[in-house]
């Protein structure tokens, strides 16, 4: 371990802390979670654990020690399966976006409740966004509540998904629709992960850390604009200062507003606009991150026709996403073949964000860079940012 960074909750949440640990070097998944006893491991926790990640994460090279702890137990379906090590299961679902199902949830509690885990066992989310969500959504759930730990493995859960409790599942074509509030108590963080990531997928965990910097610093704000070629480089120093810087953006924000009834929702930037696009478009068919870029050049320019926002702020910030091959064009490519019909199925999917709480929509706003707000917008209003 290299560092340490612990937030905390409000007393009334019901939860306490996250500790987040940071590491250099090769992931070593097994260290965490087993020690030497001689020439073997052994388990460190006298409770179980379930152990949740995916086919991709699970060949990975860094994988391999952790791996081969398990012995294979049953296969399931889309060449998923779990395995067994002593008293501990391992789960391995189908990868991204297609699988963030009520059934992969099933999944989970149901290795855990056929392995007679009791409420001292812990989950493991071993994986990006959509593995650390389902698990904690399974974790809130499962024999009301156990414990749930995560090792992030992507951008995106490094410097969102994972931090700040949100857990959940789509449902019926419709972005993160069932959750709850459940965080982890910890949370490991390799920066390595990432170089192993396509460049689509860092792409989309760099979209979260924009959004990041837009909201809440004008340094990482600047590192994004003067060192891409850094950034696009995933060098090692450069994507430790925007792991990090997100993370403490985020954690001020949770520590203030763990249930999202004000400033917390400010995090949205971009995502009513984003969700909207994945669930029109088909979610996986762009990647998350993609999408909320996208949403934040709408949300901007949508800024700019309230008023609240000059365009030069709009542009310059536009310009500098679109430099990373961010979509910013009002009719995106991943719904060309649909132009005549797009914006009012746009529409539709926003009228269903949780953010709203009447018939209007309501959108994150910015009158400049981190000075935000949100705002119910007419349906007019957002037309005319979508042509």
Request: aromatic share 10%; with cysteine.
């Given at each position: 371990?290299?560092?340490?960074?612990?937030?905390?909750?409000?007393?009334?949440?019901?939860?306490?802390?996250?500790?987040?640990?940071?590491?250099?070097?090769?992931?070593?998944?097994?260290?965490?979670?087993?020690?030497?006893?001689?020439?073997?491991?052994?388990?460190?926790?006298?409770?179980?654990?379930?152990?949740?990640?995916?086919?991709?994460?699970?060949?990975?090279?860094?994988?391999?020690?952790?791996?081969?702890?398990?012995?294979?137990?049953?296969?399931?379906?889309?060449?998923?399966?779990?395995?067994?090590?002593?008293?501990?299961?391992?789960?391995?679902?189908?990868?991204?976006?297609?699988?963030?199902?009520?059934?992969?949830?099933?999944?989970?509690?149901?290795?855990?409740?056929?392995?007679?885990?009791?409420?001292?066992?812990?989950?493991?989310?071993?994986?990006?966004?959509?593995?650390?969500?389902?698990?904690?959504?399974?974790?809130?759930?499962?024999?009301?509540?156990?414990?749930?730990?995560?090792?992030?493995?992507?951008?995106?859960?490094?410097?969102?998904?994972?931090?700040?409790?949100?857990?959940?599942?789509?449902?019926?074509?419709?972005?993160?629709?069932?959750?709850?509030?459940?965080?982890?108590?910890?949370?490991?963080?390799?920066?390595?992960?990432?170089q192993t990531l396509s460049d689509e997928e860092y792409l989309s965990g760099l979209g979260e850390a924009v959004k990041t910097a837009l909201l809440f610093s004008?340094?990482?704000?600047?590192?994004?604009?003067?060192?891409?070629?850094?950034?696009?480089?995933?060098?090692?120093?450069?994507?430790?200062?925007?792991?990090?810087?997100?993370?403490?953006?985020?954690?001020?924000?949770?520590?203030?507003?763990?249930?999202?009834?004000?400033?917390?929702?400010?995090?949205?930037?971009?995502?009513?606009?984003?969700?909207?696009?994945?669930?029109?478009?088909?979610?996986?068919?762009?990647?998350?991150?993609?999408?909320?870029?996208?949403?934040?050049?709408?949300?901007?320019?949508?800024?700019?026709?309230?008023?609240?926002?000059?365009?030069?702020?709009?542009?310059?910030?536009?310009?500098?996403?679109?430099?990373?091959?961010?979509?910013?064009?009002?009719?995106?490519?991943?719904?060309?073949?649909?132009?005549?019909?797009?914006?009012?199925?746009?529409?539709?999917?926003?009228?269903?964000?949780?953010?709203?709480?009447?018939?209007?929509?309501?959108?994150?706003?910015?009158?400049?860079?981190?000075?935000?707000?949100?705002?119910?917008?007419?349906?007019?209003?957002?037309?005319?940012?979508?042509?």
């Amino acid at each position: 371990m290299n560092s340490q960074f612990t937030f905390h909750y409000p007393k009334d949440s019901g939860f306490d802390k996250t500790d987040i640990f940071f590491y250099k070097g090769e992931p070593k998944p097994e260290s965490l979670f087993f020690s030497a006893e001689g020439s073997a491991l052994v388990s460190t926790s006298k409770s179980p654990r379930l152990f949740v990640t995916d086919t991709i994460i699970i060949n990975l090279p860094s994988m391999q020690e952790f791996k081969s702890l398990f012995k294979k137990e049953l296969e399931l379906e889309d060449s998923a399966y779990t395995a067994t090590f002593g008293s501990d299961v391992l789960l391995v679902l189908g990868p991204g976006e297609p699988y963030k199902t009520l059934g992969s949830v099933t999944e989970i509690l149901n290795a855990a409740l056929s392995h007679n885990f009791n409420r001292n066992a812990a989950f493991v989310a071993i994986g990006g966004g959509v593995i650390c969500d389902m698990t904690a959504f399974a974790a809130s759930m499962f024999k009301r509540g156990v414990e749930v730990k995560f090792v992030p493995t992507t951008l995106l859960a490094m410097v969102d998904a994972a931090i700040g409790g949100k857990s959940g599942c789509d449902y019926r074509g419709f972005k993160n629709m069932i959750g709850a509030f459940w965080p982890a108590t910890e949370l490991h963080v390799w920066s390595q992960f990432v170089q192993t990531l396509s460049d689509e997928e860092y792409l989309s965990g760099l979209g979260e850390a924009v959004k990041t910097a837009l909201l809440f610093s004008p340094e990482l704000t600047k590192i994004f604009t003067e060192k891409k070629d850094l950034v696009l480089a995933r060098d090692e120093e450069t994507l430790s200062v925007i792991i990090s810087e997100c993370v403490q953006a985020k954690a001020r924000i949770v520590e203030e507003d763990f249930r999202e009834h004000g400033v917390r929702s400010f995090l949205n930037l971009g995502h009513t606009f984003g969700h909207a696009l994945e669930t029109v478009a088909g979610l996986g068919k762009i990647s998350h991150g993609s999408a909320i870029m996208w949403g934040t050049g709408r949300a901007l320019d949508l800024s700019v026709r309230l008023g609240l926002c000059t365009k030069d702020y709009a542009e310059s910030s536009k310009k500098m996403m679109a430099s990373y091959g961010y979509d910013m064009n009002p009719v995106p490519k991943v719904l060309s073949v649909q132009k005549k019909q797009y914006t009012q199925a746009l529409l539709d999917a926003m009228r269903k964000d949780k953010k709203n709480e009447s018939s209007e929509i309501r959108v994150i706003l910015q009158r400049g860079n981190c000075d935000t707000l949100i705002q119910a917008v007419n349906d007019k209003e957002i037309e005319a940012v979508l042509q």
